[in-house]
């Protein structure tokens, strides 16, 4: 079964609105989880990462003011999306590993959330 | 600029037909994972490669590591509709993974 969940699976929201995605490592506890976003057809593209108790680092380009990232527990961080425009219209997902800091371990990914913005 | 490249990027195939994939890198890998994601769905981990050559084998999946660490492939046998994704290369680093540019393949009946 699953072992990160991501919620919610699918959102629409209107512009100028802010929308809130979790997730939640299930049977581990997560020191560090990674936002990923993914345009149609494309890779998967890292914005951040998210640590536990500390300010999350975000990748080169990516506004931190825009994509606020909590995480507050050792098992769930958040993404909010603020001031939602269309053009943050894309397929956000999660990931964690079991063992941080560690080489070669498998990255466990969220089912994804599907962001439209109107 | 990304750091692995995938090739092809598109491919669509008959069921039963035969393929393979390619990531590639001008930088020496330490070890590389392969995962697929299914529409709609996060990546899931196929398998991870660490030695140079190695070749490992998931039913009808066979991944081999380049002798150099460059690089590395996926073939797929008799590929079936549910082959169906986008495969991705990627390298797991101790802070973070990067992953190739894609493959995504249509199996069709």
């Known amino acids: 079964g699953a072992v990160v969940s991501q919620h919610p699976s699918w959102v629409i929201c209107k512009s100028g609105t802010s929308v809130k995605i979790e997730c939640r490592s299930l049977d581990f506890q997560a020191t560090t989880m990674f936002w990923y976003r993914q345009f149609p057809k494309q890779s998967l593209m890292l914005m951040a990462t998210?640590?536990?108790?500390?300010?999350?680092?975000?990748e080169q380009g990516v506004e931190k003011d825009k994509f606020l990232i909590n995480h507050a527990s050792l098992t769930l961080s958040t993404l909010t999306v603020t001031s939602a425009h269309p053009e943050d219209s894309s397929f956000y997902i999660c990931s964690a590993r079991r063992t941080p800091r560690v080489l070669n371990t498998e990255a466990f990914f969220g089912q994804g959330t599907r962001l439209t913005v109107v | 600029t990304q750091l692995l490249e995938q090739s092809p990027q598109f491919l669509s195939i008959q069921e039963g037909e035969n393929l393979t994939v390619y990531c590639n890198s001008s930088s020496v890998f330490s070890s590389l994972q392969w995962y697929r994601q299914e529409p709609g769905e996060g990546p899931v981990l196929l398998v991870t490669v660490v030695t140079g050559g190695e070749v490992k084998k998931l039913k009808r999946l066979t991944f081999q590591f380049g002798d150099a660490r460059k690089d590395s492939s996926l073939h797929i046998t008799a590929a079936q509709p549910g082959d169906t994704g986008l495969y991705l290369c990627a390298l797991p680093g101790a802070y973070k993974y990067i992953f190739g540019t894609g493959t995504r393949l249509k199996v069709l009946a």
């Open positions: 998210s640590n536990e108790g500390s300010k999350a680092t975000y």
